[in-house]
């Protein structure tokens, strides 16, 4: 008896069109304002609105409407292909970068190794965030031929807008000019077009996790020229980023605090402001969540899960960067620039309070995609039961 195996299932022709996306993504909530699918549309008919607290895509042409597209109705369908937040994302770039799933314990994704890592060059170091790590690799990545430009994020103008814009970085100069936090939103892959028409052919991305899924959602589902193009993927942790408006209608209105007037910022438990006459000043957190920005509010991914290298200043160390190692690529180039000293390392179980961190801030990340959503960017363990408070101490005995 001859046993045949039977074919595989063919895999369902994908469809999906701005009209799908539109209503899924962009209107539903789950849009983080990442232009990814502005960047994939091989027909120039998707626009970016960054100003009024929108921070998302919109259809250009009149003919069918904002909802529809008619390059859609013919078949065009890289809108969707490279929309990190259509349908079931999570899982289709996880088995495209790893092969498998993320566990439920791996609530900050699937990752080779977790060091402490800082440039162990002065200038790149006192210039850049934290550590300097990302600097620092983006110089060794241009000095080695990993890249021949970056995609990142730069203060619009003088800087005196805090207005964060997405540029181009070709050399270590432009490098060290867009180092630094703004906390305020840039679409980083909206430089992809600049690049290009620069002669760039490997590009690194530097971007929040929203950006850092980008480039290999792209890959998986065949979004077209774009992803091709990508040749590292640096995430950078984020729990949320604040509207533009936050400057006047907190910083100066309630504080006095001029954004002409500031000259670096961080978010250390509180919100870090530097000011250009050497003043300090710190705002709590809480008051600033007024100013969270809406593609923020569902986004389940605080550890730039889908990059080959995520970056973050948590924990104890306010000059090392947490660094976690996610892919082949990303452990290649730290290993390297270990090795000849470009970066100094120190292993990430050393500030064990920045691991639990991590993983706090992932769960409430997750928390945050909705139930109408598909399930997978929600799986995790539940949380620990809350020790129960200690019972209050027994009154005195009285005396007679």
């Not at 200043?313 to 290993?335: A, H, K, P, Q, S």
Request: with cysteine.
């Amino acid at each position: 008896m001859t046993v045949t195996e039977s074919a595989p299932p063919k895999a369902e022709r994908w469809v999906a069109q701005w009209k799908e996306l539109y209503a899924e993504v962009v209107t539903s909530g789950l849009c983080t304002g990442c232009s990814g699918c502005v960047v994939a549309c091989p027909h120039d008919v998707l626009g970016y609105k960054d100003t009024e607290g929108v921070y998302k895509p919109f259809h250009l042409e009149e003919e069918l409407g904002p909802d529809n597209c008619i390059h859609g109705e013919k078949g065009c369908t890289s809108c969707t292909r490279a929309c990190p937040r259509f349908r079931t994302w999570e899982t289709e770039i996880d088995d495209f970068m790893f092969g498998r799933t993320r566990t439920i314990d791996e609530i900050d994704g699937i990752s080779k190794d977790i060091i402490l890592a800082r440039a162990s060059d002065d200038m790149v170091h006192k210039m850049g965030q934290d550590g300097g790590v990302v600097s620092a690799m983006l110089i060794w990545c241009l000095e080695k031929g990993y890249i021949d430009a970056a995609l990142v994020s730069y203060v619009e103008g003088d800087g005196s807008t805090w207005k964060a814009i997405p540029g181009v970085a070709r050399n270590k100069e432009e490098i060290l000019a867009a180092a630094g936090s703004r906390y305020t939103y840039s679409a980083t892959p909206m430089a992809y077009k600049e690049a290009v028409e620069g002669g760039a052919e490997k590009l690194a991305l530097v971007g929040m996790s929203c950006h850092s899924s980008v480039p290999p959602v792209m890959s998986a589902r065949k979004a077209g020229k774009p992803a091709r193009r990508f040749a590292l993927n640096i995430g950078l942790l984020c729990s949320k980023t604040f509207d533009d408006a936050i400057f006047e209608e907190l910083f100066e209105a309630k504080y006095g605090l001029k954004k002409a007037d500031m000259v670096k910022m961080n978010i250390k438990g509180v919100f870090q402001i530097w000011m250009k006459n050497g003043d300090y000043h710190e705002v709590n957190l809480k008051e600033c969540h007024a100013w969270t920005r809406e593609g923020c509010k569902t986004c389940p991914d605080f550890a730039a899960e889908h990059a080959d290298i995520s970056t973050g200043g948590i924990g104890e160390f306010n000059d090392w960067t947490l660094t976690i190692v996610r892919t082949d690529l990303g452990r290649e180039i730290l290993v390297k620039m270990l090795e000849d000293g470009s970066l100094i390392g120190r292993p990430g179980d050393e500030d064990p309070g920045a691991i639990k961190l991590l993983h706090r801030l992932a769960r409430v990340s997750r928390n945050r995609w909705p139930d109408t959503a598909v399930e997978a960017p929600r799986l995790m363990r539940p949380p620990p039961p809350k020790k129960p408070k200690p019972d209050a101490a027994p009154e005195p005995a009285s005396t007679p």
